[in-house]
């Protein structure tokens, strides 16, 4: 008798295991590939046909809800939150209140339901932000905001996760904090600034009494059109480069130091240390301080 | 009689483990499949079925490899067997 004979126990068994076997590799590709959110509601050729279908089942194609949100008068300062949503604040000197434009974004309609906008006023601080209901389904959905302020704001303080941050146009002098995690940040005209961002390049231009900006791998760039009389002004980054234009009125203690990068300033520095890619000096009086640090990328100081 | 019962014993053994791993692949390619079609009539957009098609397949597939491939006492026979004849010598 042939011991190696096949039953079909055994055949059936082996076909099962290879169809498992298809059905496990299948799965990992389509997680790979970053197939579990299919905009169309469609998997591999699977459709319901439109009758089945109907609002309540929640199925079908990406949704977008665009509302202008009304904000109550009175707001001088503003407080933005989203995740992966984009905040872009445009200022507008013939507008007479604060116009907060949403866009909401869904992969489908039942995850739209599940994420909202939030608006509150606290005194004189206008707070919009971006709610999801609680859950692990709820949280595909996304909110941007377009906002136009007036003049006389004070403070704009806008922070999100994956979206990038914009503001333009403001009239100078408004202070801005502005955070993301892997969104860019653009600014025009800041005030003091504050602003952060993790692998997000940084593009600025202030004038303030006290300017920091940091990243880990994003590049910081822009114009320090002044600083004020005992003003700071720090610079921080890991990985990426720092090119600073300021004018030629800085008068700072100035220190640059970077572990492998290199290290440059266009300004007449008195050099009170030079040492490998650390310079330290005083350029005019030192009435205020310049500092920037990275770890690898270059530092360069330049005169508009 | 004892070598006989020993047998049986054994070939009953892989064959309770050979029913028991169809019995398995066969619920797990129902229930996937019911969970794809609940999914895509009702929350079309999030594939969430393919994370338990992925987790219980590993399962699946253990199963199946220790059922066809690894049987009990399978691999250490054939190498007591190759120890036996390395003992014994050329003959």
Redesign the interface.
């Known amino acids: 008798m042939d011991r190696n004979r096949l039953g079909p126990?055994?055949i059936?068994?082996?076909t099962?295991?290879v169809?498992?076997?298809l059905?496990?590799l299948?799965?990992?590709v389509?997680?790979a590939r970053g197939?579990?959110?299919?905009?169309q509601?469609?998997?591999l050729g699977?459709r319901?046909p439109r009758d089945?279908q109907g609002d309540a089942?929640?199925?079908?194609s990406p949704v977008r809800e665009e509302k202008d949100e009304t904000v109550p008068a009175g707001a001088t300062e503003i407080e933005l939150r989203t995740v992966a949503g984009a905040i872009d604040v445009r200022g507008d000197p013939t507008a007479s209140t604060v116009r907060l434009h949403s866009v909401r974004t869904a992969?489908?309609r039942?995850?739209m339901d599940e994420v909202q906008v939030d608006i509150r006023q606290e005194g004189g601080r206008l707070i919009a932000e971006e709610k999801h209901a609680p859950g692990f389904?709820n949280r595909?959905g996304t909110v941007s905001f377009q906002l136009v302020v007036p003049r006389g704001m004070k403070e704009i303080d806008a922070h999100s996760v994956s979206g990038s941050i914009t503001v333009q146009g403001v009239e100078p002098g408004v202070t801005q904090n502005l955070s993301t995690i892997s969104g860019g940040i653009a600014t025009d005209r800041a005030g003091d600034l504050d602003a952060s961002s993790t692998s997000g390049s940084i593009h600025f231009r202030c004038a303030g009494a006290t300017v920091s900006i940091r990243t880990v791998s994003g590049s910081i760039s822009g114009d320090l059109d002044s600083l004020a009389t005992g003003g700071s002004a720090h610079f921080g980054s890991v990985s990426g480069s720092i090119s600073v234009d300021a004018s030629s009125g800085l008068d700072a203690e100035l220190s640059l130091h970077s572990l492998s990068g290199r290290v440059s300033c266009d300004f007449p520095v008195t050099i009170t240390e030079q040492k490998g890619n650390r310079l330290s000096g005083r350029i005019g009086k030192g009435s205020a301080t310049v500092d920037a640090g990275t770890v690898s990328g270059s530092i360069s100081i330049s005169r508009m | 009689m004892s070598d006989m019962n020993e047998k049986m014993r054994l070939a009953r053994k892989i064959a309770e483990r050979k029913v028991a791993f169809i019995r398995h692949a066969i619920s797990y390619l129902v229930v996937i499949a019911g969970l794809a079609v609940v999914n895509n009539l009702t929350y079309g957009g999030y594939q969430w079925w393919l994370w338990v098609a992925f987790g219980w397949g590993i399962g699946v597939v253990s199963h199946f490899l220790s059922a066809f491939l690894y049987q009990s006492g399978a691999l250490v026979d054939r190498l007591a067997q190759h120890e036996l004849e390395k003992m014994n010598g050329p003959k």
């Open positions: 126990l055994d059936l068994g082996i099962l295991g169809i498992v076997i059905v496990v299948g799965s990992i389509m997680i197939r579990l959110i299919d905009p509601g469609a998997f699977f319901v089945w089942m929640g199925f079908g992969p489908f039942r995850a389904m595909t």
